[in-house]
């Protein structure tokens, strides 16, 4: 199974940035779609961005213009460029390895996350 490791997050104020890893075992995570999921108390588990392995990005409405994600396959890593914060950008961050068709398809590996705290 591949082990996914979050990293980067952390507390920051209103209209900060914050900059968030994931680094993926495994050897062909090249051909893998991937992605950033979010959780805040009392919610769902919510898709933030997913990123092809064209690098091609989707984000939801409530993150466009605002965040990036990226991926470098010589590390095994994706990244998520978060700018502008906002406090119901509060959540616990995860990445995900999954399928990619017509929409994104999370499998059920999942790392422990990163959390990311956005002050007023």
């Known amino acids: 199974q591949v082990q996914l490791v979050e990293s980067g997050g952390g507390l920051v104020q209103s209209g900060g940035s914050l900059r968030l890893s994931c680094a993926a075992s495994g050897s062909d995570f090249s051909r893998k779609a991937m992605a950033w999921y979010r959780q805040a108390p009392g919610k769902q588990r919510e898709l933030v961005a997913y990123?092809?392995?064209?690098?091609?990005?989707t984000y939801a409405d409530s993150v466009k213009g605002r965040f990036t994600i990226s991926r470098d396959n010589d590390k095994n890593t994706i990244y998520l460029h978060m700018n502008s914060l906002k406090p119901e950008d509060t959540a616990r961050y995860y990445c995900?390895?999954?399928?990619?068709?017509?929409?994104?398809?999370?499998?059920?590996?999942w790392g422990q996350g990163t959390q990311v705290t956005v002050s007023s």
């Open positions: 995900n390895q999954g399928l990619l068709t017509f929409k994104y398809y999370p499998s059920n590996n």
């Open positions: 990123i092809s392995i064209a690098a091609s990005a």
